[in-house]
């Protein structure tokens, strides 16, 4: 099972302080495991919003130019210089790329040799790669049968959602709202509320979109497009009781819209009136940056209201080990239902740095998820 190379390539980014983002495959040497440690032949490794974060940042996708061989492509883009004071902790840096993956275990050190010849799902970065070395520990092994595509997004959508839905409860909300519900991870969420009963409002911008959650079961769809999208909104909202709402969007008004229906659904409620509003705490956590400008919120929201960044991340870490395991085997026991990804396409390491390519992914269009396998040559 032991791979007879001895090296394998890797896709790094790099932005250097003048504003130039370098992307491309380096070739890096295959480790040994150490004890406790196994190698990974890596097979698939999906393209999130997350990872784009890190492969693109802010580079302008319209100035991308080609260049290097055809083993070893090289893609160069401009970043605009007002952007690139954010990213001082990372600039000259060449930087490995993709946060989750899945493949066959080929090497094993001391006590994990019973992982050889197995599929299993990682989560630490540096998917993109053909080899990733990694403690057995961190290993989700996976059912047998289960192909490195299945499982390749084990982690990110799958442990996002739930998340969602744990933060509702630590909280003490008993429903929610979701923007850009149409996604892979939208998805998910729609099928966890409907098999836990938890009340969900999910938020779209197309008819299009609108009708593969309710294909799915979904109750409450909206369209932000809509001309009626905000007394919906409200509707919906007092419907399901929803005080808490994740929002992938970011910038804009529309964190300030869910607000401002959460606040009119409970003051539908109201015994008096209060100039502070009701005293119900409504909580926007904002988890994407699918629009980077500016969040607007109307002030029309009383006074008990809060947003603020959620990280999945950071999120594990708070809840610790035991709940960590709880949700992954959960995950693992729904995985082929409901936290069942889909793909547009499967690429290589070289095609996921061919111009028109990047131009598709870079798109994060609703619907449309791009899988690496970095060994398909």
């Keep these: 099972m032991a791979t007879t190379a001895t090296t394998g390539l890797e896709l790094r980014s790099r932005i250097s302080r003048d504003g130039e983002l370098d992307l491309s495959l380096v070739d890096v040497p295959v480790p ?9 032949r890596v097979e698939a490794s999906p393209i999130n919003p997350s990872d784009l974060g890190l492969l693109l940042g802010p580079a302008d996708v319209a100035t991308i130019r080609g260049g290097g061989t055809a083993t070893h492509p090289k893609v160069t883009a401009k970043v605009p210089a007002q952007r690139l004071g954010g990213l001082g902790a990372r600039l ?5 790329v993709g946060n ?46 289960t192909t490195a595509a299945a499982g390749a997004s084990c982690f990110v959508n799958p442990l996002t959602s739930l998340g969602m839905t744990e933060t509702m409860r630590m909280e003490g909300h008993t429903a929610l709202v979701h923007t850009a519900a149409a996604s892979n ?22 008819a299009e979109q609108a009708k593969i959650l309710k294909d799915l079961g979904a109750t409450y769809v909206l369209d932000s497009t809509s001309p009626d999208f905000a007394a919906e909104l409200t509707e919906a909202i007092a419907a399901t009781g929803a005080t808490i709402a994740f929002d992938a969007i970011g910038g804009g008004k529309l964190a300030g819209q869910i607000l401002v229906a959460m ?28 629009d980077v400008r500016p969040s607007e919120i109307d002030r029309s929201v009383g006074m008990a209201w809060g947003v603020g960044g959620w990280l999945l991340t950071y999120f594990l870490m708070k809840i610790g080990p035991e709940a960590n395991k709880r ?3 959960r ?26 390519v990047i131009a598709a992914y870079a798109k994060r269009a609703t619907g449309e998820k791009y899988l690496i396998n970095p060994n398909k040559e």
Excluded at 92 to 96: I, P, V
């Design 32 to 40: 040994t495991p150490a004890a406790g440690e196994v190698l990974v």
């Design 100 to 145: 989750e993956g899945a493949g066959v275990v080929i090497a094993a050190g001391s006590g994990a040799e019973p992982l050889v010849g197995r599929t299993v799902a990682m989560l630490g970065g540096a998917m993109y790669a053909q080899h990733r070395l990694i403690k057995a520990a961190d290993c989700l092994v996976l059912p047998e049968g």
């Design 331 to 356: 995950v693992v026991a729904e995985l082929h239902t409901t936290f069942a990804s889909h793909y547009t396409a499967e690429i290589s390491l070289t095609e996921a740095l061919k111009p028109d």
């Design 327 to 329: 949700l992954r085997d």
């Design 263 to 290: 606040e009119a659904a409970l003051n539908r409620k109201a015994g008096a009136y209060s100039r502070y509003g009701s005293t119900t705490h409504k909580q926007v956590y904002i988890y994407g940056a699918l």
């Design 92 to 96: 000259d840096q060449s930087m490995a």
């Design 185 to 206: 991870l939208g998805q998910m969420l729609v099928k966890i509320c409907k098999k836990d009963g938890i009340g969900l409002v999910n938020i779209v911008r197309s």
